[in-house]
């Protein structure tokens, strides 16, 4: 199949902006729990819809008393926090365009956002970020106020504004139109200097509003519940901006957690208890690896393992059933599943939070099979897809048919096309409309509404998409073999003791690859197998963890012709970092950058 298209279910406005929700919802429903915000002392609490109603329009007068205008650019720096949401209503309330930027950011990141945007005024989270801004400033003329979070710039700014009255602000709230700027979200920059993409309010009405209407049941844990969730994705990334978007439009309420990693973020899941959660593979891998080293460490590996079986089968067999290809998991299989619910999975679903038995995926592959392991776990985990330039998701797996291993059918107003060569092409409401001072660019990748994502991949006959790689990152051998490196990477990345994996092999005589480890992982590793600690240039010797890799290698080979395998390895003492520049912080491979800075550890891969 070529093409699929899922026609809208919801007719966007007319008229009217991002934040008239908010007004409305006050106005409407004002005691509805809206948000939940964390304070200093670890607690969450409660605020109504007319409570962040106040809270965004006192925000608002205090931006426009200190000059913030309609169509001004202001940069937020910060991990995601209670006030960033704040500040993007408040700024959209007076039709101001937030630009978000990754608090890991360089001091030249920076700079190239603020003056390729053109932005007068900053938002930071802390002094870091303030010194980091202050380090360019010079350079950027344009910039005029900085605030800071840590230091109450929401109590300043609200103090500063208590004497403009409320009609200068709806005043410029009436003046937005849905063809209005939103934002400009910079892309994360693996090929190259970062492209400022232009979403409009109606890029974000028509991606999140055909969201909550396809998936509005899913977010709640039983009928008529509260739904809710907890925020972990940056909301410098277009995945979390179009999350907070559609929990505000769609009442669901929100919290937010500012850390991406599962020691922070597991107690928080257990505290908020979400109906559903929204992240990336990365956060599921490490839910996984860790139940399973706790049961490797309660001497219950094995039992561990049979539950996995189980929960892989009965998934299959319940998707199976959904698409009328089978009756569903048999009798002995639900017994089989009902006890390893009690003894595996309620734990599983426990660690949360304990009312979650939905989830969204999206930014990278997630494995087949360990989305069939949370599904028979009864986490259902519908996986997505999409670009900054299609305002996040452009295809997720609808929830009456989920499809494991795919990326689902187009979003409601979707449609996906796959061009001869394997591209995949998007049209519809949430395409962007182009490149900020970069009309090379748009012309290159927007074509008559048409956006061509540079990804390749296939639509089955069911119209369900697989993204199969990139078409800047096909590998082409010396011998002329094409080879697309991600499958072949997510599979022994799928090892648990990997933490990240690149092919290489371009007009190489062979595909090799270099792999880093994962510190947790290889901690439990060496303690199950009574081994000393050892330093990472020891580790990386070990002939048992080589082995151990190799495994992994020769598993994902088995899926790919004998050209296209993987010869030869090596195991590296650290992992690729944001900081060295060697991923982005959406976690992608800047493979020139990891390329170039390991070129004496890849040559040694063809002259052993």
């Not at 006959?461 to 080879?483: A, M, P, Q």
Request: glycine share 10%; net charge neutral.
């Amino acid at each position: 199949m070529r093409e699929f298209t899922v026609p809208a279910v919801v007719t966007e406005p007319e008229v009217g902006g991002l934040a008239d929700c908010v007004f409305q919802h006050a106005e409407t429903d004002p005691d509805r729990v809206a948000l939940a915000r964390k304070g200093a002392d670890g607690q969450w609490r409660d605020v109504t819809a007319g409570a962040f109603r106040d809270q965004v329009l006192a925000l608002a007068k205090g931006l426009l008393s200190q000059g913030v205008r309609f169509g001004d650019r202001v940069a937020i720096m910060s991990r995601t926090r209670y006030e960033w949401t704040l500040f993007d209503f408040a700024l959209w309330t007076i039709g101001a365009q937030p630009v978000p930027i990754y608090p890991t950011s360089s001091a030249e990141q920076v700079y190239w956002m603020l003056h390729d945007a053109n932005v007068s005024a900053a938002v930071v989270e802390h002094e870091d970020h303030a010194m980091t801004i202050g380090s360019v400033v010079g350079r950027l003329p344009a910039l005029k106020q900085l605030w800071q979070m840590d230091s109450d710039a929401e109590g300043a700014l609200t103090a500063a504004g208590a004497h403009i009255d409320d009609d200068v602000v709806l005043r410029h709230r009436l003046a937005i139109t849905p063809d209005s700027i939103a934002t400009i979200i910079y892309t994360s920059g693996t090929t190259g200097r970062p492209k400022g993409c232009v979403l409009t309010h109606a890029n974000f009405m028509a991606e999140t509003d055909n969201i909550v209407a396809k998936y509005e049941p899913v977010f709640h844990s039983r009928p008529g519940d509260e739904a809710s969730t907890l925020l972990f994705l940056p909301l410098a990334h277009v995945f979390g901006r179009m999350v907070e978007v559609a929990t505000v439009r769609g009442r669901v309420k929100l919290g937010h957690q500012p850390n991406l990693n599962a020691t922070a973020l597991l107690p928080d899941l257990k505290a908020f208890r979400p109906t559903f959660i929204l992240a990336v593979p990365y956060i599921f891998e490490r839910v996984f690896g860790a139940a399973r080293r706790k049961a490797e460490l309660d001497g219950k590996e094995g039992p561990f393992d049979r539950a996995v079986e189980v929960a892989v089968r009965y998934a299959e067999a319940t998707e199976r059933r959904a698409f009328g290809r089978g009756p569903g998991p048999g009798a002995s299989l639900r017994l089989q599943h009902q006890f390893f619910d009690k003894m595996v999975f309620s734990k599983l679903r426990a660690a949360l939070g304990g009312r979650c038995v939905h989830a969204m995926s999206g930014g990278s592959a997630m494995e087949r099979r360990l989305g069939l392991f949370f599904d028979g776990a009864g986490v259902r985990i519908f996986e997505g897809y999409g670009l900054t330039e299609t305002t996040a998701a452009a295809t997720a797996n609808p929830p009456e048919q989920t499809r494991f291993g795919t990326v689902g059918r187009p979003i409601p107003g979707t449609t996906i096309h796959v061009a001869p060569d394997g591209e995949v092409w998007v049209h519809g409401g949430q395409v962007f409309g182009g490149y900020l001072n970069n009309p090379q660019a748009t012309s290159g990748s927007l074509h008559g509404g048409w956006f061509s994502t540079g990804d390749l991949g296939h639509l089955d006959e069911d119209g369900y998409l697989t993204i199969t790689g990139r078409k800047k990152e096909v590998l082409v051998t010396s011998g002329g073999k094409t080879v697309s490196p991600v499958a072949l990477e997510d599979r022994v990345r799928a090892h648990p003791l990997v933490a990240q994996c690149i092919v290489v092999g371009n007009d190489r005589p062979y595909v090799s690859a270099l792999v880093t480890l994962d510190p947790e992982a290889v901690d439990h590793w060496l303690s199950m197998r009574r081994k000393p600690s050892m330093g990472a240039s020891e580790l990386v010797r070990d002939p048992d963890l080589e082995t151990e890799i190799r495994r992994a290698v020769v598993s994902a080979n088995t899926q790919v012709s004998k050209a296209e395998s993987i010869r030869t390895f090596r195991i590296l003492a650290s992992q690729f970092t944001e900081e060295e520049g060697l991923i982005t912080p959406s976690l992608k491979l800047k493979r020139n950058a990891i390329e170039k800075a390991y070129a004496v550890e890849i040559e040694a891969l063809y002259h052993a």
